[in-house]
């Protein structure tokens, strides 16, 4: 993101910053460069809804549907202003806007339950649940809406206030989504702020805010739990992967095919579950291949607002640099370029959907995170192999296994070092499922009543019995 003095353009509102379309990488808006000092207002003002908010759990799930219904209804414009600044094909943004509104609405419905402690004792000692204040929401650019969504609606439904900060590469639809709940919520429960850096740092080390949830790249997320640390926040960090698909020896290639590369390519592969490796049978390794590079270049590659796009651009200038620099170091080093491995020619961040083969196992595109519509396929020829090799990065969000005895596939899912495991299908979450990443890819749980739990803090009431 440009932070030079030159791109600070005064606006309607004070300083604002360019938000480009990547389908033709041309600004078409502009939004408010909040400064950090603006901050202490914006907080002070979370802290202070936050005694009413917290007050009535009926009111908040009344007013957390209605948020559900008005987001539904503005569903339309903020799914188009969406493909215009993050390049996703509209039918995906759709898809991302019914999400946002179904986690308000899950959300809404869910409560702490109360516990009694039964140890033998004379005492009736009760756990109960309290919110824990004003939260900071720090989000990502590849699912604007429904990353935050995933903060806000646990945050909100458990009696916080939320102060949420998008990417400063997609503040539109988030701005425009604050603008939607503000008509539904009471003053202040929710705040959007959008701004470049230190925006987010100040946020996250805000002595008034009593939990930072933070959704981005590992190295960042190191920041975050740093800057949070000065006040001792809880914080909570959904980070990178790089999970792996590892295919057995009895799967039917055809069969799977489509769902493996949408696993790989959705969002132009910009998606923190999305599979990032595959490990393919020696045997079946040129099939895979073939299979997967096919769909590779027959895919329409397009502008998000074209109907007829199915993979859209790269969200961003120095995301589409990085992609290009990690798929040429891979090729310098002797990989192959089943189908892509190159931009394509003309306006906009649009890279060809790229299947690498013989990639050095070492090599970044197999270590580290591409993030965005490049995949290795990799032989192997023991399971055990693949499984070690599947485990051995420093990531550990997601991974899958593929075969046609399930069972064989479940036991092999087993030993996949990471949060979500699945077997023929990958990043398929439910609202009430825990989400969780090991190693360098989180810390705490989201998802479901976790998630809820992770906004609260208990409260424990001891009592004697009898008086
Ligand atoms: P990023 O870490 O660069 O930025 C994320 C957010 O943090 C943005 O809002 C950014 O403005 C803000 N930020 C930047 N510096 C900050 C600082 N010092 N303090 C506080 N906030 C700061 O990530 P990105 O490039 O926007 O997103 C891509 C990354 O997000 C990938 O690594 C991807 O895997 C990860 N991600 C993870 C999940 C998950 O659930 N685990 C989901 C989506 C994306």
Redesign the pocket.
């Given at each position: 993101m440009p932070t030079s003095e030159a791109d600070r353009v005064p606006g309607r509102l004070g300083i604002r910053f360019p938000v480009v379309d990547p389908a033709t990488g041309e600004a078409f808006d502009e939004a408010p460069d909040q400064q950090p000092d603006e901050l202490d207002g914006v907080v002070d003002r979370a802290y202070g809804a936050w005694r009413g908010w917290r007050a009535d759990p009926a009111a908040r799930t009344a007013a957390l549907r209605v948020a559900a219904g008005a987001v539904e209804a503005a569903g339309d414009d903020l799914a188009r202003l969406l493909t215009r600044e993050q390049g996703k094909p509209l039918a995906e943004s759709c898809a991302e806007v019914a999400r946002t509104a179904a986690r308000l609405r899950y959300f809404a419905d869910l409560a702490p339950r109360t516990r009694r402690i039964v140890d033998g004792r004379p005492v009736r000692s009760e756990v109960r649940w309290r919110p824990l204040g004003p939260v900071a929401a720090?989000?990502?650019?590849?699912?604007p809406l429904q990353?935050a969504a995933a903060k806000f609606a646990p945050a909100l439904a458990a009696g916080n206030t939320v102060v949420l900060?998008?990417?400063?590469?997609t503040p539109l639809a988030t701005r425009l989504l604050g603008s939607v709940l503000a008509a539904a919520l009471p003053e202040d429960v929710l705040t959007v702020v959008t701004g470049r850096?230190?925006l987010?740092?100040r946020?996250?080390s805000h002595p008034g805010i009593r939990h930072v949830t933070?959704?981005?790249?590992?190295?960042?997320?190191r920041?975050?739990a740093e800057?949070a640390g000065a006040s001792l926040a809880r914080v909570t960090l959904?980070?990178?992967?790089n999970d792996a698909a590892v295919l057995l020896d009895d799967v039917d290639v055809d069969r799977i095919a489509d769902r493996l590369f949408w696993a790989a390519f959705r969002n132009c592969g910009q998606?923190?579950?999305a599979v990032k490796r595959v490990y393919a049978p020696a045997r079946l390794h040129a099939e895979v291949v073939e299979a997967l590079a096919h769909r590779a270049k027959t895919v329409t590659v397009g502008a998000g607002l074209d109907p007829d796009t199915r993979l859209g651009p790269v969200s961003n200038a120095p995301?589409l640099a990085r992609i290009e620099q990690i798929t040429q170091h891979a090729l310098a080093d002797g990989a192959r370029a089943a189908a892509g491995g190159h931009r394509l020619d003309g306006p906009g961040y649009f890279f060809a959907p790229t299947v690498l083969t013989d990639v050095p196992p070492g090599a970044p595109v197999v270590t580290g995170?591409q993030?965005g519509p490049v995949l290795p396929v990799l032989p192997y020829r023991k399971l055990d192999e693949a499984v070690d090799a599947a485990n051995g990065t420093g990531f550990g969000?997601g991974g899958s296994v593929w075969g046609t005895d399930l069972d064989r596939a479940e036991a092999v899912a087993e030993r996949l070092e990471c949060g979500t495991a699945w077997v023929n299908h990958h990043a398929e979450l439910s609202l009430a499922q825990p989400?969780a990443?090991v190693k360098d890819?989180?810390v705490g749980v989201a998802g479901g009543l976790w998630g809820l739990y992770g906004n609260l803090r208990p409260f424990v009431v001891h009592r004697p019995q009898e008086g």
């Open positions: 720090i989000v990502p650019w590849n699912f990353l900060k998008p990417s400063p590469f850096e230190p987010g740092a946020l996250a933070f959704t981005g790249s590992v190295s960042t997320g920041a975050v800057a959904e980070l990178g992967g998606v923190c579950m995301q995170e993030f969000l989400f990443g890819s989180g």
